[in-house]
């Protein structure tokens, strides 16, 4: 397999961007990924797109040849493709990517993330996330994205003793990470207080809890490693990029308190880049609600499996401590646009691996890791980044 | 790269399948494949899913890991990715999983293509289908997927002089091919009269120049070409897998009685195969309307642009012509369940290649090509593929 690099990125302001359609956003977080790789548009050859519902935000499916045509790719003929898997949509993109450049397939291929969320009611938003779980056997039933992770919190309490503060840390370390972001949907910091008495929606989970509906778009341009340098001083190589699956319907699970998805793919990115969890100085995990990323950062080995919630009281997740957790704010702060998600993880890594992250910099980062979950942990990316 | 092969193919019967789930044709679908491989689930090292609008048609994203879960697939967490570009959705999962094998990653990998569009009424899947094309500047205004292809069918009989009976043709041809296919939607003939005086559905086409509203389902087992002997006798080798995009909107091109993208997937994939139009004996094409078939055996290099209509009324495109083009029955006949329908196409290819087409069977073929289409044009996907 050809080695991949990871020579541009771009990304939009996420939030409630009413001024922006999809394809708009689509195409400013391109161009600007393009411009920063200094690749003009002839050089590319192929163009993944991560998107979770389209279909249903703004009645529009073949998106992929959509930002094509906008972005003026299409005039190439070039191939496009959208790539689904609900949350780990954007993921899932920069993996197939790396896949047609390691193939031999394709050189120079960008992939982009996006979503609209904010053109329809936040009930239908509510409907449409839920599509996420097993329509048959949960969402029919009243079950929803927030009930399901509460479900995995009140389980997580029971079973490892993690208080409800710990699983609000989450919440006020990502906050303070998004104040040091200017592109993060929110930006200002919140206390212990704000999140405990907010207002309930799924218990234990309350509104700060819970990552917002967000529109936005982010972009990178791959290239095979060995053309890299001809454009970039320091290529960020992909190190690994792996992938899993698990039962789409929680109740199927032996236990929920692990996504067995995310153990399986990180154990397969770890061999593939032949390092392990202790190498790694700063990660972007799926906090789509607080208590997921306490279970993405047992599931990733960062932490014993029921140690995650003491670990982020501890302040050993923030910025400083052992490994920084969610520099960017992550989905809780930075806004959690779903197709957009996967792909802006990535924009973060690059950005602090090559030392351009500002107030929030982790100082002398080598290898950085990106998580991104797609539904209730049914499908889970694992990739991990490193200076080349 | 590495050479691939179709080492195993299964496909349910097309119709309105209300006996039916869409899980449960997937599975039906993905365990004839296995079972025709003669590879054990635990041999799977991924899985593709072609689908264009579950989301719409069934409440359900995340149709991947769907699948996975409930073919059994998900207890190994291998991977399950799906793709869209409407209606070449399932064409571009066949691409994605050829991609993913030649690039060293996986050996072993399915690929499924469903569509369960009989659940919502008529109306609904005619906007659904809508939204292949250009949402803000086709769709919102009225145009649907019948109306742009009627522009195409009055501009090609203007232009080169088709006529309504040649395009006719097209639906008489493909239902006497349907008419030797068991799993085909409609498995009897029609006459020229019968399709001419069908209800008009955007003038000239009818009725029965339209492909069905159709549920099924279709997986192939593809297999590097190494370790495909281990399971097959006379693997089928995927020697060129193409694909090409082009504007969304028809309005933005300059010649709309050709598609770009099939003429330059197809120059592509002849280039890959190191073979030209000439060599093939049997073709798939995407008729969803009859003058789809036209453009796209013009499109092909088959015939000279303009002469596709002459071609068809002569008989040179029927079983025991030229170039035997929808042995299946086509979409017309064999029936168009979105997502499936590009993965049907290579079973039939194989099903041909491995001479086992019973009453369609083309004699002796060597080389078998397959076009797969999204929107009107928007997307194209080629593949030629050979006896190993």
């Known amino acids: 397999m050809r080695e991949v690099a990871v020579i541009g990125i771009g990304i939009t302001k996420f939030g409630e961007l009413w001024d922006s359609s999809f394809r708009e956003m689509g195409i400013m977080a391109g161009l600007a ?111 929803t994205s927030p009930s399901l992770h509460a479900m995995i919190a009140r389980r997580h309490m029971f079973q490892y003793g993690t208080t409800r503060e710990q699983i609000a840390q989450v919440a006020v370390k990502n906050h303070l990470h998004g104040s040091f972001n200017p592109n993060a949907q929110f930006q200002r910091e919140i206390d212990l207080k704000t999140v405990l008495r907010s207002p309930p929606v799924a218990d234990p989970l309350g509104l700060f809890d819970c990552a917002p509906n967000s529109d936005g778009a982010a972009a990178v341009v791959l290239c095979s490693l060995d053309k890299a340098r001809r454009y970039a001083e320091a290529p960020i190589k992909i190190l690994a990029s792996a ?48 208590i997921s990323e306490i279970l993405a950062i047992e599931d990733l080995g960062f932490f014993e499996k029921g140690k995650g919630g003491k670990a982020v009281e501890d302040g050993l997740t923030k910025l400083g401590g052992q490994i920084a957790v969610n520099t960017s704010g992550g989905l809780k702060a930075r806004g959690d646009p779903i197709g957009a998600t996967g792909v802006a993880q990535i924009v973060e890594l690059v950005t602090q691996l090559r030392n351009q992250a500002g107030k929030r910099q982790v100082p002398n980062a080598k290898y950085a890791l990106a998580q991104n979950v797609g539904g209730t942990g049914a499908t889970a990316i694992v990739h991990i980044l490193g200076v080349a």
């Open 243 to 290: 992938q899993a699956s698990d039962t789409l319907a929680l109740h199927s699970r032996a236990d929920i308190c692990t996504f067995e998805a995310t153990r399986f793919a990180a154990r397969n990115a770890y061999k593939q880049a032949n390092i392990g969890p202790q190498d790694i100085q700063l990660a972007e995990v799926h906090d789509n609600f607080t």
């Open 33 to 143: 990924a393009l411009a920063d790789a200094k690749v003009s548009s002839e050089e590319v050859d192929a163009m993944y797109v991560g998107n979770m519902s389209a279909g249903r935000y703004i009645e529009q499916e073949h998106v992929a040849a959509l930002i094509a045509d906008y972005s003026g790719l299409a005039r190439d003929h070039i191939p496009a493709t959208r790539v689904e898997a609900a949350g780990a949509s954007g993921g899932l993109a920069i993996r197939q990517a790396y896949l047609a450049i390691a193939s031999g397939m394709h050189d120079m291929v960008v992939v982009g993330g996006a979503e609209k969320m904010t053109d329809v009611g936040d009930m239908e938003s509510n409907a449409i996330q839920s599509s996420a779980a097993d329509q048959q056997w949960e969402s029919v039933f009243g079950a």
